[in-house]
């Protein structure tokens, strides 16, 4: 396949063309514009295929919670969003906490076009896996039994993972304890639970000296805390949702207000647009969904959680326009980073791995057309779950096409 246009790296932002092998879907050359391209771009721009390293694909070798996603309907919605990695969370019923279920887990992402990368879960009585690959802690609640009733539960276990690839959830489960009495599902989870479970899980981080990952950051208070822990040489990234950087709890509506329900929950404004700037600045290192595929009859139960591997590129249309951000700046949240938490765990048939454009890298790119509109409509979703925190919102672009290894997924309004 060769492609032809507006090239945008994290460094850089070119007109060039790229050639991917057939073979191996790996690019082999970057180049000048020749005027042949196997894609029409256009005005478009070209960008390493986007990555979102924290989604909830919800298959498992049990299979119960499939009438809300799997990994082929999982793989669809990344498709339409332009989305050519993901990396799954291992809060399943049946749970990734070892070596025979681990790889149970991973022989159902076959079936997925994009690459999926799986988490395997840390709980009160787990052990490492023998393999590499990167885990997830819930400090607070969560499916199954992978979470920990206090700090001292979670340090014990955390010790035996030392220089391990440990992501948080950083909620502090004595103050959701609490905290539980109160009206609102905002106040029930508030930001202290967030930076006092942060301060802890940076305490980990040094301590036991590992590749840290703050999930879904939502509060403006923790932030001086991740830039101090980087300061001084802590191993540290933080990830932020679209959902906290789009939505603040001055929008919140009795009609809308269970649908907008998530774990952590919606900040004020102040949190809102400091999370924008920090991601700007790269205190914040990715943009990741926390995918989470409910149904809005589970939705109208209290469930938290929301759907947005369909909206990922366009998105990244509105923070640009809306927000400024730059190719580059987009390259690198969206894609570089994502592709550099992700290389230690890829296949060698990977070569390089994702979020760059240039030779050796997976040829996997997403095409961003930001002059073509986007109502979201329900009817458009491809996640099973069928519905989205945006609909009836127009974003300012969408994505064009998203290529995987070589072979073009191209999009069109409407296309189920």
Same mark, same amino acid.
């Given at each position: 396949?060769?492609?032809?246009?507006?090239?945008?790296?994290?460094?850089?932002?070119?007109?060039?063309?790229?050639?991917?092998?057939?073979?191996?879907?790996?690019?082999?050359?970057?180049?000048?514009?020749?005027?042949?391209?196997?894609?029409?771009?256009?005005?478009?721009?070209?960008?390493?295929?986007?990555?979102?390293?924290?989604?909830?694909?919800?298959?498992?070798?049990?299979?119960?919670?499939?009438?809300?996603?799997?990994?082929?309907?999982?793989?669809?919605?990344?498709?339409?969003?332009?989305?050519?990695?993901?990396?799954?969370?291992?809060?399943?019923?049946?749970?990734?906490?070892?070596?025979?279920?681990?790889?149970?887990?991973? #022989?159902?992402? &076959?079936?997925?076009?994009?690459? @999926? %990368?799986?988490? /395997?879960?840390?709980? $009160?009585?787990?052990?490492?896996?023998?393999?590499?690959?990167?885990?997830?802690?819930?400090?607070?609640?969560?499916?199954?039994?992978?979470?920990?009733?206090?700090?001292?539960?979670?340090?014990?276990?955390?010790?035996?993972?030392?220089?391990?690839?440990?992501?948080?959830?950083?909620?502090?489960?004595?103050?959701?304890?609490?905290?539980?009495?109160?009206?609102?599902?905002?106040?029930?989870?508030?930001?202290?639970?967030?930076?006092?479970?942060?301060?802890?899980?940076?305490?980990?981080?040094?301590?036991?000296?590992?590749?840290?990952?703050?999930?879904?950051?939502?509060?403006?208070?923790?932030?001086? #805390?991740?830039? &101090?822990?980087?300061?001084?040489? @802590? %191993?540290?990234? /933080?990830?932020?949702? $679209?959902?906290?950087?789009?939505?603040?709890?001055?929008?919140?509506?009795?009609?809308?207000?269970?649908?907008?329900?998530?774990?952590?929950?919606?900040?004020?404004?102040?949190?809102?647009?400091?999370?924008?700037?920090?991601?700007?600045?790269?205190?914040?290192?990715?943009?990741?969904?926390?995918?989470?595929?409910?149904?809005?009859?589970?939705?109208?139960?209290?469930?938290?959680?929301?759907?947005?591997?369909?909206?990922?590129?366009?998105?990244?249309?509105?923070?640009?326009?809306?927000?400024?951000?730059?190719?580059?700046?987009?390259?690198?949240?969206?894609?570089?980073?994502?592709?550099?938490?992700? #290389?230690?765990?890829?296949?060698?048939?990977?070569?390089?791995?994702?979020?760059?454009?240039?030779?050796?890298?997976?040829?996997?790119?997403?095409?961003?057309?930001?002059?073509?509109?986007?109502?979201?409509?329900?009817?458009?979703?491809?996640?099973?779950?069928?519905?989205?925190?945006?609909?009836?919102?127009?974003?300012?672009?969408?994505?064009?096409?998203?290529?995987?290894?070589?072979?073009?997924?191209?999009?069109?309004?409407?296309?189920?």
């Amino acid at each position: 396949m060769r492609v032809e246009g507006l090239i945008a790296n994290h460094d850089r932002v070119f007109e060039g063309a790229i050639e991917i092998s057939d073979e191996t879907g790996l690019i082999t050359s970057v180049g000048p514009k020749t005027g042949k391209s196997d894609i029409e771009v256009g005005d478009a721009i070209i960008f390493p295929g986007f990555g979102d390293i924290h989604i909830h694909a919800r298959e498992d070798a049990g299979g119960s919670q499939m009438y809300k996603e799997d990994f082929t309907t999982t793989s669809n919605a990344a498709l339409h969003g332009g989305v050519t990695q993901v990396a799954d969370m291992p809060n399943n019923p049946v749970a990734p906490v070892d070596d025979a279920r681990y790889a149970e887990k991973e #022989k159902l992402t &076959a079936k997925s076009v994009v690459h @999926v %990368t799986l988490y /395997a879960g840390i709980g $009160p009585e787990t052990e490492p896996l023998t393999r590499h690959v990167p885990y997830k802690a819930f400090m607070g609640p969560s499916v199954g039994d992978l979470f920990f009733a206090s700090q001292e539960q979670l340090e014990g276990q955390i010790a035996k993972y030392r220089g391990r690839n440990v992501s948080f959830h950083c909620e502090d489960p004595e103050i959701l304890r609490e905290s539980k009495g109160e009206p609102t599902h905002e106040q029930r989870r508030p930001a202290r639970a967030e930076i006092t479970a942060t301060e802890f899980a940076l305490y980990l981080i040094e301590k036991y000296e590992l590749q840290g990952k703050l999930c879904h950051y939502s509060t403006e208070g923790g932030l001086p #805390k991740i830039a &101090a822990a980087k300061a001084r040489g @802590v %191993t540290v990234t /933080a990830e932020v949702t $679209p959902h906290h950087l789009f939505f603040d709890d001055s929008m919140l509506t009795d009609e809308n207000r269970l649908a907008l329900q998530m774990n952590p929950p919606l900040r004020g404004p102040a949190d809102r647009l400091a999370l924008i700037e920090a991601l700007r600045n790269g205190l914040l290192d990715y943009v990741a969904t926390d995918h989470a595929p409910h149904t809005l009859e589970e939705k109208a139960t209290g469930v938290s959680g929301v759907p947005l591997l369909d909206t990922y590129g366009a998105f990244a249309t509105w923070l640009m326009q809306e927000h400024r951000f730059t190719p580059q700046e987009i390259a690198r949240v969206c894609a570089f980073n994502p592709g550099r938490f992700v #290389k230690e765990f890829l296949p060698a048939e990977l070569g390089e791995g994702f979020g760059v454009i240039a030779p050796g890298y997976v040829g996997s790119l997403t095409i961003l057309d930001l002059k073509s509109p986007w109502l979201v409509k329900r009817e458009e979703m491809r996640t099973k779950c069928a519905w989205s925190p945006f609909e009836g919102f127009t974003f300012p672009g969408r994505v064009k096409a998203t290529v995987i290894r070589g072979k073009s997924y191209l999009q069109s309004a409407g296309a189920r």
